[in-house]
């Protein structure tokens, strides 16, 4: 296996190097936030996980291991940290919808681009909303092999479970998907 290239950053930083924690952080931030904004649901909670998720991959670097690769236990640390925060708060995730446009005042869209914008923005709120129904269970690990794009190997270190127990979460989480984004073609 290839050195991961986080290594020399981590062991800069378990050292005392905060120039290179710094780097870490920044380097793995914008995939701890997306990770906490699908399990979230919602952008207020994913920044309190995020900024959770950031502050236990500090406290938890000097007991990291390097069994599992640097990427795949800050995947674990912000999933962890993301369902704990949920829990805490004791919150379901909420997707809001966008704000209904007044065609009266708000005239055509001049940009053809802006119409796919909306569908795409409309897809995702879709795709979050159904997420947001799933038990974190079943949420965490479509979103890490989906979003994320983790071998299933990564996603049973992440969360902890048999690889087995990921491949029925995954298929599982993504029945339960199909079924709630397109209720009228559904298997009785």
Known sequence: MAADPDDALVAAARAGDRSA???LLRRHHDRVHALCRRLAGNEADALDATQEALIAIVRGLPRFDGRARFSTWVHRVATNACLDELR???RRPVVGLPEERD????????DPRAEVATEVIADRLEID???AQLTPEFRAAVVLRDLCQLDYAEIADVLEVPAGTVRSRIARGRAQLARLLDPGNHEA
């Open 21 to 23: 924690l710094d780097a």
């Open 88 to 90: 805490r708060r004791g």
């Open 103 to 110: 065609p009266e005042t708000a005239g055509p869209l001049p």
């Open 129 to 131: 909303a159904a997420l």
